[in-house]
């Protein structure tokens, strides 16, 4: 079974920053793409970030001002966030790829089997 667990958020003022982390374990986390996804209250989820599973390919929505990473030495993906605003806050999950070495880095959710339990992040005005 996989297990994703989400740290980092938080209370942060606008303009700050956060980095998220995303532990991973229960199966080889170096062959699976990871993403990163958001909901905000009253919001469907949306895509915020994914890499693939070497770290080689990374894709981001229009819009993006994050920036993925991960580690394989340690099983963890991490989800860099500046010039954080309000409009950012929301509950953020990462997300395990369904297919191991994915050529194409997906940025829809029904691509990701493994879903971590979320982590608040709340921006003051």
């Known amino acids: 079974q996989v297990q994703l667990v989400e740290s980092g958020g938080g209370l942060v003022q606008a303009g700050g920053s956060l980095r998220l982390s995303c532990a991973a374990s229960?199966?080889?986390?170096?062959?699976?793409?990871m993403g990163w996804f958001r909901q905000a209250p009253g919001k469907e989820r949306e895509f915020v970030a994914a890499?693939?599973?070497?770290?080689?390919k990374t894709a981001y929505p229009a819009n993006g001002r994050f920036t993925i990473s991960r580690d394989n030495a340690k099983n963890t993906v991490y989800l860099q966030m500046n010039s954080l605003t309000p409009e950012d806050t929301a509950v953020y999950y990462c997300?395990?790829?369904?297919?191991?070495?994915?050529?194409?880095?997906?940025?829809?959710?029904?691509?990701?089997?493994?879903w971590g339990q979320g982590t608040q992040v709340t921006v003051s005005s």
């Open positions: 997300a395990a790829d369904r297919a191991p070495l994915r050529v194409v880095v997906s940025i829809k959710s029904y691509d990701y089997d493994y």
């Open positions: 229960g199966r080889t986390f170096s062959s699976y793409a």
């Open positions: 890499i693939s599973w070497n770290g080689g």
